[in-house]
């Protein structure tokens, strides 16, 4: 559309900024610290508007304890945030005792009660995503908090059934069953929870990730992915038939494959995500590879990330937490944000396109599906 008086283009108006909500999490970790160092980058205000659901006496302990000068805008909830200032939400207006570097149930509590706070906002309609900064599962573990983690915490609040998919520069990994002892994996490992999984998987790569023709392999249980049975038969009765039904459907997922041999030989990377069994069969990989990653919670109505790695009790109040893997899970919540109201958009008025078979990190070659067989087990 050209403006009447010049004849000139109109000049396309900016899209809002995503006001993105983080929770302090464990207030004796480096949850603030991340977010101090974070948001010390003015670049990071031309992103989004961040609010910050925590309390404002912590936070200004730990100002004192960093020497940051980051300077808090005081709002009462999200709807109230300002572009260009840090604003905080003060959830836990009483004094909060800061022991840093020990889980305590003082500040397992006060990480929920931000949790808490930061859901009724998205609910609301007042924020647009949510990171969340590690909190201590033994702290804040409670009646109130029955769950294992972050995942099952928002997928009791939001309902349905939620995917965890970490992911760096090099790989995405998903997870069938997320935090589950060891010895309770076998039995949830079933043809319908594989499907499950792969679906939501699918899904997300084209929704959350904007991969129209995603590539997937699935990885096995057991070693040498059973070994055709003498090692174990998940891999017959259970992956490889959910894996079938998708094919099927002209899906490109492939496998399943030994868990030591396809990271190994690094064939992670023909793939635009690999969906694992299992907590650690997946993550310690990942982790090896980078520890730069970011925690996201697909296949729910809320858009959350985290930073891929806990509170770092270790290193809380020595100021030398790595900031990165928070930064990154900021700008995964800017982008799954952005990528969710695209798709959302285009399924609301598709128009006809051409969909071709591409990663958004270049032109980087990958083999094609018939060259992807299981390797021979050893």
């Known amino acids: 559309m050209n403006n009447p008086e010049t004849n000139a283009p109109s000049p396309i108006p900016a899209a809002p900024k995503m006001r993105i909500g983080i929770t302090h999490g464990d207030t004796n970790g480096v949850g603030y610290e991340l977010i101090f160092k974070c948001f ?19 936070a200004t302990y730990h100002k004192k304890a960093f020497n940051c000068e980051n ?6 909830d999200g709807g ?4 260009g200032q840090l604003n905080l939400v003060n959830c836990i207006p009483e004094e909060v005792k800061v022991e840093f570097g020990h889980p305590t ?10 949790l808490d706070a930061a859901v009724a906002d998205y609910k609301a309609g007042r924020i647009d995503a949510i990171v969340t900064a590690p909190v201590s599962k033994a702290a804040i573990h409670s009646d109130r908090f029955p769950y294992g983690g972050h995942t099952e915490y928002f997928a009791a609040q939001f309902g349905g059934e939620p995917l965890m998919v970490l992911c760096n520069d090099l790989v995405r990994v ?6 589950l002892p060891l010895r309770a994996v076998p039995a949830a490992v079933t043809a319908d929870a594989v499907e499950a999984k792969l679906r939501l998987l699918f899904r997300a790569l084209t929704t959350d990730f904007m991969l129209p023709a995603p590539r997937i392999a699935v990885l096995g249980l057991n070693p040498h992915c059973g070994d055709e049975g003498v090692n174990g038969s998940e891999e017959a009765e259970a992956i490889a038939p959910a894996i079938a039904r998708l094919t099927a459907e002209g899906k490109a997922v492939f496998g399943p494959f030994a868990a030591d041999g396809f990271f190994g030989t690094a064939a992670y990377r023909d793939f635009d995500a690999v969906l694992a069994m299992y907590h650690d069969q997946g993550l310690a990989p990942l982790k090896t590879l980078s520890m730069d990653g970011v925690n996201v919670t ?6 959350r990330t985290s930073p891929d790695h806990g509170t770092a009790y270790d290193i809380a109040g020595r100021g030398v937490a790595d900031v990165a893997s928070f930064r990154a899970a900021v700008y995964a919540a800017i982008d799954i944000c952005r990528n969710r109201r695209a798709v959302a958009a285009e399924e609301a008025d598709p128009l006809p396109k051409l969909f071709h078979d591409r990663r958004e990190d270049g032109d980087r070659p990958r083999r094609q599906p018939r060259d992807m067989q299981p390797e021979p087990q050893q």
């Open 80 to 83: 109230e945030a300002r572009e």
């Open 298 to 303: 697909c296949g729910l109505d809320v858009v």
């Open 105 to 114: 149930l003082a500040s397992g509590d006060a990480a929920l009660r931000a």
């Open 40 to 58: 010390a980058d003015p670049a990071m205000f031309d992103l989004c508007i961040p609010v910050v659901y925590g309390s404002a006496k912590v």
């Open 174 to 179: 998903a997870l069938v069953t997320t935090h």
């Open 71 to 76: 300077i808090f805008n005081i709002v009462s």
